[in-house]
């Protein structure tokens, strides 16, 4: 009859401890994106938007969308390189196929790198600087006939305000109109 008590207790106890519970040490928890960026891609059939997360330190880029189960139509993940360079990217841990944009300083979509296969450790990569690499769902590119050349901006020069010329590295990127 005395153990009920000394069980309640204890579980008393532990649930009012103040000290931190151990935090379970794993890359999908680790460095979530938490910035929204508007972004545009201008294409033939007209301007395709999306809200993304920017992937903006070195731990988030690692990160990326590893054990991501899904991805919304309109969402994705920007990898912004400041300053511009060849970036590889690959598909360790990831879940889910990605359309992968690589996108010149100058706003134009260099490469892409359509429904890549998850748990890849194949590289793929534009094999020229970029500005960024923009992550989609597999296929969306194709759904949206978004192609190479089209042009990418993103933050507030992505809306309908009026343009100015931003930096690469930053959260508003508008390269020179064409």
């Known amino acids: 009859m005395t153990r009920v008590p000394a069980l309640i207790a204890l579980a008393l106890l532990v649930a009012c401890s103040t000290q931190p519970q151990p935090v379970e ?17 201008q294409t033939e ?12 330190t070195p731990q988030q880029q690692e ?10 139509d309109n969402g994705g993940m920007l990898f912004p390189m400041d300053p511009p360079r060849t970036a590889s990217f690959w598909m360790k841990n990831t ?5 992968m944009l690589f996108i010149r300083t100058d706003g134009t979509i260099a490469f892409i790198g359509a429904n890549t296969v ?8 534009a094999g020229v600087p ?11 590119a194709v759904e949206l006939g978004i192609k190479e050349g089209d042009v990418v901006q993103w933050g507030p020069c992505s809306l309908a305000t ?3 010329q ?4 930053g959260l508003n990127f508008c390269p020179p109109a064409f």
């Open 25 to 41: 040490n794993n890359t999908a928890s680790a460095a979530v994106p938490t910035a929204l960026l508007p972004l545009v891609i």
């Open 63 to 72: 990160a990326g969308l590893m054990f991501r189960k899904s991805l919304a």
């Open 162 to 164: 009026p343009r100015k």
């Open 45 to 56: 059939k007209g301007a395709q938007r999306f809200t993304v997360e920017v992937a903006a």
């Open 130 to 140: 970029v500005a960024a690499v923009l992550e989609l769902r597999g296929g969306r």
């Open 118 to 125: 998850p748990y890849s450790r194949e590289p793929v990569s």
């Open 95 to 99: 879940l889910i196929p990605l359309d």
């Open 166 to 169: 931003g930096t690469v590295g």
